[in-house]
């Protein structure tokens, strides 16, 4: 619950999600969900079981196709130009990342910033230099996204999504196709935001992301639920995980089976 | 900002119709596309007012980012094509005003050259060609850009940064095109008249320098001001509004961006022959 009201960060009750490219075809129906405030949470699920379309969902990108959504309180729908504020409380990042191609990197990472505070380049500079050291872009500042590597664009992203200092973030499928040192970064990188990071005021930052596999979020203080046959299924902690006889949970777990089975 | 671009297409799902099979009739066929044809304008409509409202009502938001922006535009839909546009104007001066003038010398008729030259070039030719040359080259782009835009999911980015797409993409724009259309136009006319002029002179034909601007002058009143930059502003909107449109409609894939942008180029020449229409009423009846 957040700490201040006791709301939840994201609520659903009786939610039916539509998918984004036809609002006829709902891909997951009657979600009852609930996320308090500096929860982690990883929803798992196959590809195509609708997981990006939840997750813009969650973010109040999407209008549920029934039910309610709140996000902090607050119903989405609503959000108007007088509720800018409470919009951005919410970050969001893309599995491709979504950079705009026009833009170079620090451009990219510059612009919510400048945007909503009416803020020159110069004047957002400090800030903007700060995260881009911190996300290890800045050899990359200058290069627009086209000509840069996709383990790269994705954390131009996330730092894009931070520079507003949401207080949920949102990752669309974080890890696919990461290499090994870029898929350790980010662990460690988002359980750092989990704990609070001082650099993004120090309390823990609610955090949601989406994944086909589930081997490497195994953490305790992580929750799960699992996304299959159009319906969400919480599943608890990681022992829950390990426990689960579901068939897609093992499947999603598949990997680690094979790789403890005895050769 | 999430609602300002569902507004505009919620109504425009043309896919329906283009995806019907093919008519049976000729009647079905003219029924079809007389259906697309409307659901075509209430949607330009619709995205029109909409882009209208957020000029009126965001003028004053993130102006540190957007006049960097609305400059950028209006250089590329202006400053950018000075040189093609000289180079179109000296053409327009040789091949019509020139041999205008030097017929006109030729009957005696030198009388009529003022008022022929401002109905030819000013009136028509000049804001004409100056909206079609702009939406070949300016116009496409923004088709091919937006779209691309849109189906590489940049547009729901903006929307989860609280960028409303309307105000960062669409505005510098549209205003970036009506601003550059009216200057190429007046640059187009001023050097047209000149080299037509200088046509005129190569070939002997007996008029003073003097004689040929103070005709043209006394030809032009203070409506043909007023209507010229009307009519290019208008040209300018429009075309951006039906290439911004195309661009932006529905979530497009990126096979599709070529076949939109030609969509789009038919229609901005068919917008512009209308305002050019509804301009001659404006002209006759004033």
Same mark, same amino acid.
């Given at each position: 619950m957040n700490e201040k009201t006791n709301i939840p960060a994201i609520e659903m009750r009786g939610v039916n999600v539509a998918a984004m490219r036809d609002a006829t075809f709902l891909v997951v129906e009657n979600v009852n969900w609930s996320v308090a405030a500096g929860e982690a949470w990883v929803i798992a699920g196959q590809e195509q079981s609708g997981k990006s379309d939840f997750l813009m969902l969650a973010a109040g990108l999407m209008a549920p196709a029934a039910g309610s959504l709140r996000i902090l309180g607050n119903d989405p729908e609503n959000f108007g130009e007088a509720e800018l504020a409470e919009r951005?409380?919410?970050?969001?990042?893309?599995?491709?990342?979504?950079?705009?191609?026009?833009?170079?990197?620090?451009?990219?990472?510059?612009?919510?910033?400048?945007?909503?505070?009416?803020?020159?380049?110069?004047?957002?500079?400090?800030?903007?230099?700060?995260?881009?050291?911190?996300?290890?872009?800045?050899?990359?500042?200058?290069v627009t996204p086209a000509n840069v590597a996709p383990n790269w664009r994705l954390r131009a992203a996330l730092a894009r999504a931070?520079?507003?200092?949401?207080?949920?973030?949102?990752?669309?499928?974080?890890?696919?196709?990461?290499?090994?040192?870029h898929r350790q970064w980010?662990?460690?990188?988002?359980?750092?935001?989990?704990?609070?990071?001082?650099?993004?005021?120090?309390?823990?930052?609610?955090?949601?992301?989406?994944?086909?596999?589930?081997?490497?979020?195994?953490?305790?203080?992580?929750?799960?639920?699992?996304?299959?046959?159009?319906?969400?299924?919480?599943?608890?902690?990681?022992?829950?995980?390990?426990?689960?006889?579901?068939?897609?949970?093992?499947?999603?777990?598949?990997?680690?089976?094979?790789?403890?089975?005895?050769? | 900002?999430?609602?300002?671009?569902?507004?505009?297409?919620?109504?425009?799902?043309?896919?329906?119709?283009?995806?019907?099979?093919?008519?049976?009739?000729?009647?079905?066929?003219?029924?079809?596309?007389?259906?697309?044809?409307?659901?075509?304008?209430?949607?330009?409509?619709?995205?029109?007012?909409?882009?209208?409202?957020?000029?009126?009502?965001?003028?004053?938001?993130?102006?540190?980012?957007?006049?960097?922006?609305?400059?950028?535009?209006?250089?590329?839909? +202006?400053? &950018?094509l000075l040189p093609m546009f000289f180079f179109v104007?000296? %053409? #327009? @001066?040789?091949?019509? =005003?020139?041999?205008?003038?030097?017929?006109?010398?030729?009957?005696?008729?030198?009388?009529?050259?003022?008022?022929?030259?401002?109905?030819?070039i000013v009136r028509e030719l000049?804001?004409?060609?100056?909206?079609?040359?702009?939406?070949?080259?300016?116009?496409?782009?923004?088709?091919?850009?937006? +779209?691309? &835009?849109?189906?590489?999911?940049?547009?729901?980015?903006?929307? %989860? #940064? @609280?960028?409303?797409? =309307?105000?960062?993409?669409?505005?510098?724009?549209?205003?970036?095109?009506?601003l550059g259309i009216f200057s190429l136009t007046v640059y187009l006319i001023l050097g047209a008249l000149a080299s037509g002029y200088l046509f005129a002179f190569l070939q002997d034909v007996p008029m003073t320098p003097g004689d040929y601007f103070k005709q043209i002058t006394e030809s032009l009143s203070w409506l043909d001001f007023a209507l010229l930059a009307l009519k290019t502003m208008a040209f300018g909107f429009f075309i951006a509004i039906v290439t911004c449109y195309h661009g932006l409609a529905q979530p497009l894939r990126l096979e599709e961006v070529s076949r939109v942008a030609v969509r789009a180029v038919t229609q901005g020449v068919i917008v512009c022959v209308l305002i050019d229409v509804l301009f001659i009423v404006l002209y006759l009846v004033a």
């Amino acid at each position: 619950m957040n700490e201040k009201t006791n709301i939840p960060a994201i609520e659903m009750r009786g939610v039916n999600v539509a998918a984004m490219r036809d609002a006829t075809f709902l891909v997951v129906e009657n979600v009852n969900w609930s996320v308090a405030a500096g929860e982690a949470w990883v929803i798992a699920g196959q590809e195509q079981s609708g997981k990006s379309d939840f997750l813009m969902l969650a973010a109040g990108l999407m209008a549920p196709a029934a039910g309610s959504l709140r996000i902090l309180g607050n119903d989405p729908e609503n959000f108007g130009e007088a509720e800018l504020a409470e919009r951005l409380r919410v970050g969001f990042v893309f599995q491709g990342g979504q950079l705009f191609s026009q833009l170079t990197i620090v451009e990219n990472i510059a612009l919510p910033l400048r945007y909503h505070k009416n803020l020159a380049a110069v004047d957002v500079a400090a800030p903007v230099a700060l995260l881009l050291d911190r996300l290890e872009l800045t050899p990359l500042a200058d290069v627009t996204p086209a000509n840069v590597a996709p383990n790269w664009r994705l954390r131009a992203a996330l730092a894009r999504a931070l520079i507003l200092q949401p207080e949920i973030l949102l990752l669309d499928n974080p890890l696919a196709g990461l290499g090994a040192r870029h898929r350790q970064w980010w662990l460690r990188f988002l359980d750092q935001l989990a704990r609070g990071d001082e650099m993004f005021g120090g309390q823990p930052m609610t955090l949601v992301v989406t994944a086909d596999d589930l081997r490497p979020w195994q953490h305790a203080r992580r929750k799960f639920a699992l996304l299959h046959d159009k319906k969400l299924v919480p599943l608890g902690g990681w022992p829950a995980v390990e426990a689960s006889s579901d068939p897609v949970v093992k499947e999603l777990l598949a990997f680690q089976t094979e790789a403890a089975a005895p050769a | 900002m999430r609602g300002n671009l569902a507004k505009a297409f919620e109504f425009t799902d043309t896919q329906v119709f283009r995806r019907a099979p093919l008519p049976r009739s000729y009647t079905d066929f003219l029924g079809r596309k007389l259906f697309l044809f409307l659901l075509t304008v209430q949607g330009l409509g619709a995205f029109a007012l909409i882009t209208l409202g957020v000029i009126l009502k965001k003028s004053g938001v993130a102006k540190n980012v957007m006049r960097p922006r609305l400059r950028q535009e209006t250089a590329r839909a +202006g400053v &950018a094509l000075l040189p093609m546009f000289f180079f179109v104007a000296l %053409a #327009l @001066g040789f091949l019509v =005003v020139g041999q205008t003038v030097s017929a006109l010398a030729k009957v005696g008729a030198t009388s009529y050259l003022g008022s022929t030259m401002v109905i030819v070039i000013v009136r028509e030719l000049g804001p004409l060609l100056a909206a079609m040359l702009v939406l070949a080259r300016v116009g496409t782009a923004h088709v091919i850009e937006l +779209g691309t &835009a849109r189906a590489l999911g940049e547009v729901e980015a903006l929307e %989860a #940064l @609280g960028i409303d797409p =309307v105000h960062y993409l669409i505005v510098p724009r549209i205003i970036g095109m009506a601003l550059g259309i009216f200057s190429l136009t007046v640059y187009l006319i001023l050097g047209a008249l000149a080299s037509g002029y200088l046509f005129a002179f190569l070939q002997d034909v007996p008029m003073t320098p003097g004689d040929y601007f103070k005709q043209i002058t006394e030809s032009l009143s203070w409506l043909d001001f007023a209507l010229l930059a009307l009519k290019t502003m208008a040209f300018g909107f429009f075309i951006a509004i039906v290439t911004c449109y195309h661009g932006l409609a529905q979530p497009l894939r990126l096979e599709e961006v070529s076949r939109v942008a030609v969509r789009a180029v038919t229609q901005g020449v068919i917008v512009c022959v209308l305002i050019d229409v509804l301009f001659i009423v404006l002209y006759l009846v004033a």
